[in-house]
């Protein structure tokens, strides 16, 4: 399934939707991975304070992967995007 994120928000709720579509408590997807249920629950919660390699790994262990997809290709550059994100 491809699932569009564009949100932090987004994010999170794919990867507590992945986690529990595989049938894993947060306690089992740690112990997969050698981290604390704790650690998991965190992870889900706030994505953005996660290094890449970290979010790539828990992708990984839940059978996912990252892809990024251009859009509207050739007609927003990043100063263009710039002036749309809200940051």
Known sequence: MDTPITTI???SV???R???ERGLTQKRLGEKMGLS???ISSIEAHPDRVSL???LTVLMALGAQLQ???LNAGSDTIADTRKKAPW
Do not use: A, F, S
Request: charged share 40%; no cysteine; hydrophobic share 40%.
């Open 53 to 55: 390699d970290q979010l």
């Open 68 to 70: 990024v997809r251009t």
């Open 18 to 20: 992945l986690r529990l």
């Open 9 to 11: 928000t987004d994010l």
């Open 37 to 39: 249920q704790k650690r």
């Open 14 to 16: 794919v990867l507590k």
